[in-house]
């Protein structure tokens, strides 16, 4: 009897924590890290640049290639762009630069907000801004005061979209959920008339669609057409801090009230988007010019290019600290005009 159970204990538990690690050996030895990152539907060909942003980001960094991990796991993995951090549930993770929604119902969100789910510790690196910062304090995670989007290093991925010629005087980066479809080329949803521009204006205004081919080249087009316009206006997160991260003034482009040009309460949720707020909460100051108009609603874009063209750059953000604070060793400088990424960055060799 002995002997059987020296069998089965070898068999059940043994060799399975040897065969673990020996995996981990080895995705050690590959220099290989773990990282989670949101993604689009499986059957989807493409991505959306923001969200694609995190691994080559980070890719670039450490000079390491990533290994996906489920928002839902056991392993040690590190969270980094996006509204993402209330996904997470089990094992450890490692946020630097991301963001939390304790608003919309999911895993761990409901009525009464957020709640750190049981058996997962955060450890943060930095937040995306204080209410990130605030949420998980009230869950009884400690953080330092270190914040920023991670994003804002994709002028370091394509420095020379900083210096390209500017085509157009406004470019409108829309958020994924305004497009008809969810591809390149799409027309945006035609219920949304502001998003209607005169035919005399047509050459002054771009739409930017923020999906775009699965790869490094097609995330970097994206950027590159947000470089050629001289301000942004945006629904989406990532398309406010890459233009600034370019040196292009963005402004949120929000549909609430009150109408028209405005200064806009940064800590007020219920007028202003709780990811634009979070973003813009580490900034020395109550409020930040935004321009809100219905979606449903025309909009006269001659008043909008001219209230763009007086509008200068709010975003004052030092980025030494969020550099420091990446919780892995660093491949590169801070002064590195440019972070190569490597090719063969991905484990798995997609986005999905």
């Given at each position: 009897m002995r002997r059987g159970s020296d069998i089965s204990f070898l068999k059940t538990t043994l060799l399975p924590r040897a065969r673990r690690r020996i995996e981990l050996s080895r995705r050690a030895l590959n220099r290989e890290l773990n990282l989670t990152w949101a993604s689009m539907a499986e059957d989807q060909p493409y991505v959306n640049f923001g969200d694609a942003l995190g691994p080559i980001v980070v890719s670039a960094i450490s000079g390491r290639r990533l290994r996906k991990q489920p928002f839902v796991s056991g392993e040690t993995r590190l969270s980094t762009i996006g509204t993402?951090?209330?996904?997470?549930?089990?094992?450890?993770?490692?946020?630097?630069?991301?963001?939390?929604?304790?608003?919309?119902?999911?895993?761990?969100?409901?009525?009464?907000?957020y709640h750190l789910p049981a058996a997962t510790r955060f450890v943060v690196a930095a937040c995306r801004g204080r209410h990130t910062r605030r949420i998980l304090a009230e869950n009884g995670v400690e953080s330092p005061e270190v914040f920023g989007d991670p994003g804002w290093f994709a002028n370091r991925i394509w420095p020379e979209h900083a210096r390209q010629e500017k085509i157009h005087d406004v470019g409108v980066v829309l958020h994924l959920t305004e497009w008809a479809e969810r591809r390149p080329g799409a027309a945006l949803k035609p219920q949304l008339r502001r998003y209607e521009v005169p035919e005399d204006l047509s050459g002054r205004i771009a739409f930017i669609n923020?999906?775009?081919?699965?790869?490094?080249?097609?995330?970097?087009?994206?950027?590159?057409?947000?470089?050629?316009?001289?301000?942004?206006?945006?629904?989406?997160?990532?398309?406010?801090?890459?233009?600034?991260?370019?040196?292009?003034?963005?402004?949120?482009?929000?549909?609430?009230?009150?109408?028209?040009?405005?200064?806009?309460?940064?800590?007020?949720?219920?007028?202003?988007?709780?990811?634009?707020?979070?973003?813009?909460?580490?900034?020395?100051?109550?409020?930040?010019?935004?321009?809100?108009?219905p979606r449903g609603r025309p909009l006269d874009w001659h008043q909008v290019l001219e209230w763009c063209d007086r509008q200068a750059s709010i975003y004052d953000f030092d980025e030494g600290p969020l550099f420091e604070a990446f919780p892995f060793r660093r491949k590169v400088a801070l002064g590195d005009e440019r972070w190569p990424v490597r090719e063969d960055f991905l484990v798995d060799g997609d986005f999905l």
């Open positions: 993402i951090a209330q996904n997470f549930s089990g094992g450890t993770v490692r946020l630097w630069g991301s963001g939390l929604d304790a608003i919309s119902p999911g895993l761990n969100v409901d009525a009464d907000g923020p999906i775009t081919r699965r790869s490094v080249e097609g995330v970097g087009e994206v950027v590159g057409a947000i470089g050629r316009c001289r301000r942004i206006l945006s629904t989406s997160l990532h398309g406010l801090v890459v233009a600034e991260a370019l040196g292009i003034p963005a402004f949120y482009f929000g549909a609430t009230t009150p109408l028209g040009p405005q200064e806009m309460r940064i800590a007020d949720t219920r007028l202003m988007d709780h990811r634009m707020c979070d973003l813009y909460s580490i900034l020395d100051r109550d409020t930040v010019p935004a321009f809100i108009w």
